[in-house]
């Protein structure tokens, strides 16, 4: 069973930047570097949301909300998903979860991030 493990949260101020890591262990190499690879976050009192997928040929896609401050990537031989956040907002403020954007799995335990203003 494919188990995701995110880190690289931490509580900072308002501008500053964060870059999470999610590892698929157990997903077999060949399917990870096929698979559609996302970050999702989940605010406090909201449901989980969309944050950037990135396909296998690497191609990304944002929601409005962190257009042009978050930037996905994907280390295939790590089997390892990034998110790279800058100008952090307080709105930011999440957990933040990685999974297959074409296939969900089982959830990780996620990241927490906040940002303060």
């Known amino acids: 069973q494919v188990h995701f493990v995110e880190s690289g949260g931490g509580l900072v101020e308002a501008g500053q930047s964060l870059t999470l890591s999610c590892k698929a262990a157990r997903m077999i190499t060949s399917t990870f570097n096929s698979a559609i690879m996302a970050w999702y976050r989940q605010a406090p009192g909201k449901q989980r949301e969309l944050v950037a997928s990135i396909t296998g040929d690497r191609n990304t896609n944002y929601a409005d909300s962190v257009k042009g401050r978050f930037t996905i990537s994907r280390e295939n031989p790590r089997k390892t998903v990034y998110l790279q956040m800058n100008s952090l907002k307080p709105d930011d403020t999440a957990v933040y979860y990685c999974?297959?954007?074409?296939?969900?799995?089982?959830w990780g335990q996620g990241t927490q991030v906040i940002v303060s203003q």
């Open positions: 999974n297959r954007g074409d296939w969900e799995q089982p």
